[in-house]
């Protein structure tokens, strides 16, 4: 079998989007979307920037919630397929957008998970390009990372965002997804613990809940020489927003939590 002729194209695609970050995890309810749409908001925060988020979790769609954006569809013009805009800086693709019903269970084989991703990553229309594209992707590995990685590979991908919480990182899901990106020549950018510590919302005092393993993401990237970029508390003002699709980081800008993600945006 030759190689794949859709590549050039794809790579065409990719030529006007300068960064390409994947964002993973271990396993599920890390927090891993909660963080790539941190992330997004924290890059689009300079209006020089333009950001796109591809949501590659087919199974279990989440960033259009997430973004504010659920009812939206997308249209198709002769450039392609448009995202859906959350700002004039900040768009999302997810098969959300196609589901006739937004309940629908999406049961694909791997080929045809595949045949989609191929399908985001020539044929959306990002506009004038991209200063960075996050991708999005469901917990552990599976078809959807090596799609991408496949896809990506002649375009570049500058790496990974690995998300993890105290908790998980003295399990081995972690690890794996660690070794993954090695064996698939990803490079890992860094490790960012999440829900880290408690911010009270009466006091806003932050409190370890799990005092053994907090801290144990920077432990992990010092022993794996991976870059560790910053913990983020389980504020549940995060979580809130999330759930109404508004921007954290715009809704309290002011807060430690605030600082904490722009320090990883600042990292990237
Ligand atoms: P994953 O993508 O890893 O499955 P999600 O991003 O969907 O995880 O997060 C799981 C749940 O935890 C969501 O309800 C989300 O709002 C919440 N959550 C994630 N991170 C935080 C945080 N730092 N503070 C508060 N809630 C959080």
Known sequence: KGPDPEIPLISQRMAGVK??????????????????????????HDPDKTVGILDTDLTGPSMPKMMGVEDETI??????WSPVWVMDNLAVMSIQFMLPNKDDAVIWRGPKKNGLIKQFL????????????????????????????SYLRESGIDGAVVVTTPQE???????????????????????VENMSGFVCPGCKHESPIFPATTGGGRALAE???????????????IGIACDYGESFLDSFA????SKAVLQVVRGL
Request: proline letters at 6%.
């Open 19 to 44: 960064h390409k970050i994947l964002v993973l995890s271990g396993k599920g309810g890390v927090g891993k979307s909660t963080v790539t749409s941190l992330l997004s908001h924290g890059f689009a």
């Open 169 to 191: 990182v003295a399990l081995l899901d972690v690890r794996r997804e660690i070794s993954f990106c090695q064996k698939a020549g990803i490079r890992v950018l860094g490790i």
């Open 254 to 257: 002011d807060s430690p939590t």
């Open 75 to 80: 249209h198709i013009s002769n450039q392609g």
């Open 122 to 149: 020539k044929d959306v229309d990002w506009g004038d390009g991209l200063d960075f594209l996050i991708v999005d992707t469901p917990p552990g590995t599976s078809d959807e990372h090596l799609s991408v990685n």
């Open 223 to 237: 022993e794996t020489g991976i870059p560790f970029l910053g913990s983020i508390p389980l504020d549940p003002r």
